[in-house]
């Protein structure tokens, strides 16, 4: 079991970054797998970026060359760095860990505008 939440959200212009942390409640050392998903009003909940155990990294198309996702073992902490950023990037994010099921945090807003 895993308590996540998210922080860094906000307003920012097209063109601008943001950085989006996500805290563990207890080592993520051993989770196979975490990530970012987002949701924007009226579509799906879609996967953004994840990062397995061994480094590994999946994007989704849309962000690819704009996201990075980074994961901190020591601070049990994972990371999503924005940029370059879109008004099709406005959506609630969510950080997520995989253990025997998905784990979700209570999400952030990100709101880009034009």
């Known amino acids: 079991q895993v308590q996540l939440v998210e922080s860094g959200g906000g307003l920012v212009q097209a063109g601008g970054s943001l950085r989006l942390s996500c805290a563990a409640s207890?080592?993520?050392?051993?989770?196979?797998?975490m990530g970012w998903y987002r949701q924007a009003p009226g579509k799906q909940r879609e996967l953004v970026a994840t990062?397995?155990?061994?480094?590994?990294?999946t994007y989704a198309d849309s962000v690819k060359g704009r996201f990075t996702i980074s994961r901190d073992n020591a601070k049990n902490a994972v990371y999503l760095q924005m940029n370059s950023l879109k008004p099709e990037d406005t959506a609630v994010y969510y950080c997520?860990?995989?253990?025997?099921?998905?784990?979700w945090g209570q999400g952030t807003q990100v709101t880009v505008s034009s």
């Open positions: 207890r080592s993520i050392f051993s989770i196979n797998a």
């Open positions: 990062m397995a155990r061994s480094g590994s990294t």
């Open positions: 997520n860990a995989a253990l025997n099921r998905n784990y």
